[in-house]
């Protein structure tokens, strides 16, 4: 099969450091180049492929300092997508909704994962306006606030195999692996770690739209005694990071889309103590993964409990749900059904003007 895999352009394929949507489309692309199919990437400079690489910006515009308007080069991508349509046999755009005027103009064979938050009313007309767009989600609880969309499937995240190993014995620190953000809650983390009497480790990036935040709630914060602030990391530190932990905390206060540091996490064998938010429920198994609690009491108490839950166990529900071979198979069947669907259109416009007289049909 012809692929094109289409990433926004803010973060490197893979991400050097911090990045969700990025590091899940280079996981996916490099599976299905090693199932044989052909796989055409397109996203930021400097971005590391198996697939033929299609550069959309000179870099990835987070770090690129001379970046004043990232949409200007989101719209060359879409454009230079579109000028190649004709190679592929479907397109996977990962860049929301950017692409649907174009997509529904040309008649394109494609696909969006949805990788962000839908609580948003700003939304609801863009999607009112495009209803005829095939959209994936990524956690059954992110399709609730847009029900009504043409939802043609729901895959969750997978991260190869071999990412991460079974850490069998739990080091004796917390850790904390996100964004500095309200939702994401550090303030509550350390509140638990500090309450639990544990050390907490807390690796993750300050971006600029956060950066009052951090100086205003976090920073104080962080001369606990109890607590390290690591700051951002990447891939080859996490393994040591999440792996050497007691527990990860993920006390979020926002409705997740996903959150791929509980599959890091749980690859790991670490267990995580998530609030019930968004998708924690479809991705932590209570008591097997990890605790799922309602407060910072019950995050306290689980804390607590947190040698209950297998590491072993833990390791294996990540090995049978959340790989990217499985992810990988699983968009293959919606590629495959998309490509049906199409050809199915084309076929009844085909046979729709056959039957219209000549004089008419011209």
Not at 289 to 313: L, M, Y
Request: a neutral charge; aromatic letters at 8%.
């Amino acid at each position: 099969m012809r692929i094109a895999q289409v990433a926004p352009l803010y973060e490197s394929v893979p991400p050097a450091q911090y990045g969700g949507t990025e590091r899940v489309v280079s996981w996916l692309t490099e599976e299905l180049v090693a199932a044989g199919h052909d796989v055409t990437l397109f996203a930021s400079g400097g971005s590391r492929t198996s697939a033929r690489l299609v550069p959309c910006s000179p870099k990835s515009l987070r770090t690129d300092p001379e970046c004043r308007d990232p949409l200007a080069y989101h719209i060359h991508e879409i454009e230079e997508v579109a000028r190649a349509a004709s190679e592929f046999d479907v397109i996977h755009f990962h860049v929301d909704y950017l692409h649907f005027p174009v997509s529904r103009r040309d008649k394109l064979c494609q696909i969006t994962t949805l990788h962000g938050r839908l609580d948003m009313p700003d939304l609801v007309p863009v999607y009112r306006q495009f209803p005829d767009m095939p959209v994936c989600s990524i956690s059954l609880a992110q399709r609730k606030p847009l029900p009504w969309v043409n939802w043609v499937g729901n895959v969750y995240h997978g991260l190869p195999l071999r990412s991460f190993s079974l850490q069998r014995e739990p080091g004796k620190y917390l850790a904390f692996l996100a964004r500095i953000s309200p939702e994401k809650r550090p303030d509550r983390a350390i509140e638990i770690a500090t309450r639990a009497g544990i050390p907490l480790k807390i690796a993750a990036k300050v971006d600029a739209a956060d950066k009052k935040y951090f100086d205003r709630k976090i920073k104080k914060l962080l001369k606990n005694p109890l607590v390290e602030f690591i700051g951002e990391i990447g891939d080859k530190e996490k393994q040591a990071f999440l792996g050497n932990a007691k527990a990860c905390l993920m006390p979020i206060d926002w409705p997740e889309p996903f959150g791929l540091n509980m599959i890091e996490s749980m690859a790991c064998g670490t267990p995580t103590i998530a609030f019930r938010h968004g998708s924690v429920p479809e991705i932590v198994t209570d008591s097997v993964s990890g605790f799922i609690v309602d407060n910072v009491d019950e995050a306290v108490d689980a804390v607590s409990r947190i040698g209950t839950i297998s590491r072993a166990g833990c390791r294996a529900a990540f090995e049978k749900r959340f790989t990217s071979d499985r992810m990988a198979s699983d968009y293959l069947r919606l590629y495959e059904s998309q490509i049906c669907n199409e050809a199915a259109r084309s076929e009844v416009n085909v046979n729709t003007m056959a039957s219209i007289p000549e004089g008419i049909a011209s």
